[in-house]
């Protein structure tokens, strides 16, 4: 949908609610029916049976939060559930650490082709979507160095995949994730150059430094636009968040998470933005206080 240029930047009200639980589900010990394979080249493979009346998987922290610490909690999990008969459906995945904190994940799904997936890591969470063999190649970015990266399948089952990532020790990243509407975009400007996540107005791309993540296609689907701070301390950056006023979301309350990766620690928070009545639809409403004010800094 074309929407005009002109943005609203004035009378924003943004309330903001810490609303703990919002997009939030953690995973717990003793799941039945679970089974797990360690992978080649230290990554995990794991299937879990979860509800199937979930429609919509919440993004959540990395599954560290209900495996403990470490990889050693998902292999003790293992040891308990034993495995299951295979029966052509395996699915699998495997993880590569890229230069500049980049995962690039490639996911086998045999019985999920042209499927929904949800891809979570680390709190940031998307949908997308196998193709017509059940394949999924993925880059994200990577928030965590001991980073997790689940899959949930369309069959209510989950893949789980481990890869250690040294370069996020130096890197910065803040994000927005949301579900449904894909109305809101991150606008960068970075010195002399500006950087759009691209989704609310055709033909812009924050290319390398945004990573726009998510399928429009899907049912029910997921977007995040992760930005990557420069590594020098001296560069002038300003975030903002652009949030798109259709006929659709004119005077809703739409919502959101943040999410802030410093050197490895992520924080993520829900949002709320108060939209302005039906009148303005077809104008772009810019939000300066969405952002956390980070000071670029050099990891030690």
Same mark, same amino acid.
């Given at each position: 949908?074309?929407?005009?240029?002109?943005?609203?930047? %004035?009378?924003?009200?943004?309330?903001?609610?810490?609303? #703990?639980?919002?997009?939030?589900?953690? $995973? /717990?010990?003793?799941?039945?029916? !679970?089974? *797990?394979?360690?992978?080649?080249?230290?990554?995990?493979?794991?299937?879990?049976?979860?509800?199937? &009346?979930?429609?919509?998987?919440?993004?959540?922290?990395?599954? %560290?939060?209900?495996?403990?610490?470490?990889?050693?909690?998902?292999?003790?999990?293992?040891?308990?559930?034993?495995?299951?008969?295979?029966?052509?459906?395996?699915?699998?995945?495997?993880?590569?650490? =890229? +230069?500049?904190?980049?995962?690039? #994940?490639? *996911?086998?799904?045999?019985?999920? /082709?042209? &499927?929904?997936?949800?891809?979570?890591?680390?709190?940031?969470?998307? #949908?997308?979507?196998?193709? !017509?063999?059940?394949?999924?190649?993925?880059?994200?970015? #990577?928030?965590?160095?001991?980073?997790?990266?689940?899959?949930?399948?369309?069959?209510? &089952?989950?893949?789980?995949?481990?890869?250690?990532?040294?370069?996020?020790?130096?890197?910065?990243?803040?994000?927005?994730?949301?579900?449904?509407?894909?109305?809101?975009?991150?606008?960068?400007?970075?010195?002399? /150059?500006?950087?759009?996540?691209?989704?609310?107005?055709?033909?812009?791309?924050?290319?390398?430094?945004? $990573?726009?993540?998510?399928?429009?296609?899907?049912?029910?689907?997921?977007?995040?636009?992760?930005?990557?701070?420069? !590594?020098? +301390?001296?560069?002038?950056? =300003?975030?903002?968040?652009?949030?798109?006023?259709?006929? &659709?979301?004119?005077?809703?309350?739409?919502?959101?998470?943040?999410?802030?990766?410093?050197?490895?620690?992520?924080?993520? =928070?829900?949002?709320?933005?108060?939209?302005?009545?039906?009148?303005?639809?077809?104008?772009?409403?810019?939000?300066?206080?969405?952002?956390?004010?980070? /000071? *670029?800094?050099?990891?030690?």
């Amino acid at each position: 949908m074309d929407v005009k240029l002109r943005a609203m930047r %004035t009378g924003a009200v943004l309330a903001v609610a810490l609303a #703990a639980g919002h997009f939030v589900q953690s $995973m /717990k010990h003793g799941v039945p029916g !679970a089974s *797990i394979n360690a992978a080649t080249s230290g990554s995990i493979e794991q299937t879990i049976k979860q509800p199937a &009346e979930v429609p919509l998987v919440p993004a959540s922290a990395s599954l %560290t939060t209900g495996f403990g610490a470490s990889v050693d909690g998902v292999t003790e999990l293992a040891a308990l559930a034993g495995t299951t008969a295979t029966d052509g459906c395996d699915a699998k995945i495997t993880l590569e650490a =890229e +230069p500049e904190a980049i995962i690039n #994940a490639a *996911i086998s799904t045999p019985c999920a /082709k042209g &499927e929904r997936l949800v891809i979570r890591h680390a709190g940031m969470s998307f #949908a997308a979507r196998t193709s !017509a063999d059940g394949m999924l190649r993925v880059r994200l970015p #990577a928030l965590e160095t001991e980073a997790i990266v689940s899959v949930f399948l369309p069959d209510s &089952e989950v893949l789980v995949g481990s890869v250690f990532v040294p370069d996020v020790a130096s890197v910065q990243r803040f994000g927005l994730q949301w579900t449904d509407s894909d109305v809101f975009d991150l606008r960068i400007m970075e010195d002399d /150059k500006i950087f759009v996540g691209g989704r609310t107005t055709s033909g812009r791309s924050g290319g390398r430094k945004i $990573m726009v993540l998510g399928d429009r296609s899907v049912d029910q689907p997921m977007f995040a636009e992760i930005y990557t701070y420069p !590594a020098d +301390p001296t560069a002038s950056v =300003e975030v903002e968040v652009e949030l798109a006023i259709t006929s &659709e979301t004119c005077g809703r309350v739409m919502q959101a998470d943040s999410i802030l990766a410093e050197f490895g620690k992520v924080t993520v =928070e829900a949002r709320k933005v108060q939209l302005p009545d039906c009148g303005q639809a077809g104008d772009i409403l810019v939000l300066k206080n969405l952002s956390p004010d980070v /000071k *670029i800094a050099v990891s030690n």
